[in-house]
């Protein structure tokens, strides 16, 4: 169960985060967070790059300070955009390794914000589930 007051401060990092995207190129600055089981928050910005492959999105940027620094699940996340749309779908997929149905808040730059379940945004996806030789470290139950 996410508390009223995660949500708030998973909102409020995410924007926080905006601040930070270095968008340069595509001046679509994306701010997101994500909620640990342990109650922390960890926040990542959009890193785009001359070569723009190489781009990272503001999501998976999230989710690799968490991993880095130790949360293996997480309960919710919250994305802040100019016009609040939802994670793209690299980012669903590496969102849904650590958690289950998670709630997603998305925020947009007037401060509107409306919740997508994870579930829905990533229907049949593929998990550590799918693997017949599921890796010891990995997710083992069913969540979605
Ligand atoms: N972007 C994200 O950070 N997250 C998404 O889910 C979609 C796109 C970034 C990548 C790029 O820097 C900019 O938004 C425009 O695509």
């Known amino acids: 169960m996410v508390e009223d007051s995660q949500r708030d401060a998973l909102i ?7 601040e930070q995207a270095y ?3 595509s001046h679509y600055r994306v701010g997101a967070a994500v909620l640990a ?12 790059n001359a070569s ?20 293996r699940r997480l309960l919710a996340a919250a994305v802040c955009t100019e016009n609040g749309v939802a994670p793209c ?9 650590f958690a289950g149905d998670m709630p997603i808040w998305l925020c947009d730059a007037q401060g509107q914000v409306r ?11 593929f998990g550590p589930e799918q693997l017949p030789h599921n890796l010891p470290e990995a997710p083992s139950e069913k969540t979605f």
């Open 12 to 18: 409020v990092a995410a924007g926080e985060a905006r």
């Open 23 to 25: 968008a340069p190129y």
């Open 37 to 48: 089981e342990d109650g922390r928050i960890f926040s990542g910005a959009n890193v785009e």
């Open 52 to 71: 723009y492959g190489l781009t990272l999105c503001a999501e998976r940027s999230a989710v690799a300070a968490a991993v880095t620094a130790g949360a």
């Open 89 to 97: 779908g690299a980012c669903r997929q590496v969102l849904s390794e």
């Open 115 to 125: 919740r997508m379940g994870l579930a829905a945004l990533l229907p049949e996806r």
